[in-house]
């Protein structure tokens, strides 16, 4: 009898711990801390974020109805839902457009959420948005013009309206960003009438040097490059290292003499 009853209270506590086991389970991750110790995780919960970046954005025919694809962690609903797009301010000149989405925080990660994939939310703008750009983030706008619309232009580093061609500094800065030349290119003196351009740009090659470094080191290469003003900007038509106007006269035969005719050929330069 007191075998019997000692087998009981053996089994009854087993049963006690294995209850606690099944009870810990989801509060315990097994694998971490030292020794393979099951530790204690943050429960996950549903947080809200702004997407990893707005792709593209385009208008129905009233002019207010705007769709927007945003970037997001994908494999479904299961890594990211609940995605909206929020008109938060306007004015006479921009609109305003907050876009977010809801996303599991905390518990073991999924390894699909680890992927992006691409999701469209829409908005009811108050009033059609005509010619006023689409805000969507500090460094993301849309405009509606000189779009292909129902889609809108996604506007450049520039602004949605870049600096018209013109003798200015702005818009020889538009026109070095139309050209396939590396980051912190610098541009030298310009030559311009309104209707063509031509100024040199030089890009440091190689690696880096200390101030104060010797001949050799932090040397450029120097090209020359001739525009003609269009509607959309200035577009590069030429590019030489030779003097005066022989390489532009190829291509184009109407540049202006006067701008190109003493100039002097270009030599690879040393910092």
């Known amino acids: 009898m007191r075998r019997r009853t000692r087998s009981l209270v053996t089994v009854v506590l087993l049963s006690a711990v294995g209850v606690l086991l099944l009870g810990a389970c989801g509060t315990l991750r097994a694998g971490a801390g030292s020794g393979g110790v099951a530790t204690p995780t943050e429960p996950a919960r549903w947080q809200t974020f702004a997407p990893f970046r707005v792709t593209a954005a385009r208008l129905a025919d009233d002019r207010r109805t705007l769709s927007v694809d945003a970037e997001v962690p994908g494999g479904g609903k299961t890594c990211a839902r609940h995605l909206k797009a929020v008109v938060t301010s306007t004015s006479d000149r921009t609109v305003w457009v907050q876009v977010t989405f809801s996303a599991l925080t905390g518990g073991a990660p999924r390894a699909d959420c680890r ?112 525009f003609r003003a269009e509607k959309s900007g200035w577009k590069p038509i030429a590019r030489s290292t030779k003097a005066g106007c022989t390489d532009v006269h190829r291509t184009e035969p109407a540049f202006p003499s006067n701008l190109c005719a003493d100039l002097p050929p270009l030599k690879r330069a040393q910092g």
Do not use: I
């Open 115 to 226: 992927k992006t994939a691409t999701a469209t939310a829409k908005v009811r703008l108050p009033s059609p948005l005509g010619h006023r750009e689409l805000a969507m983030d500090t460094d993301t706008a849309f405009t509606a013009d000189g779009a292909d619309l129902p889609h809108l232009r996604m506007c450049g580093e520039l602004g949605c309206h870049p600096a018209p061609t013109g003798c200015t500094p702005a818009s020889y800065d538009q026109a070095v960003m139309a050209l396939d030349v590396p980051n912190h290119t610098s541009r030298g003196d310009e030559r311009c009438d309104g209707k063509w351009l031509v100024f040199d740009v030089s890009s440091r090659m190689g690696p880096a040097c200390p101030e104060g470094a010797g001949p050799g080191c932090g040397a450029s290469l120097g090209d020359r490059w001739f």
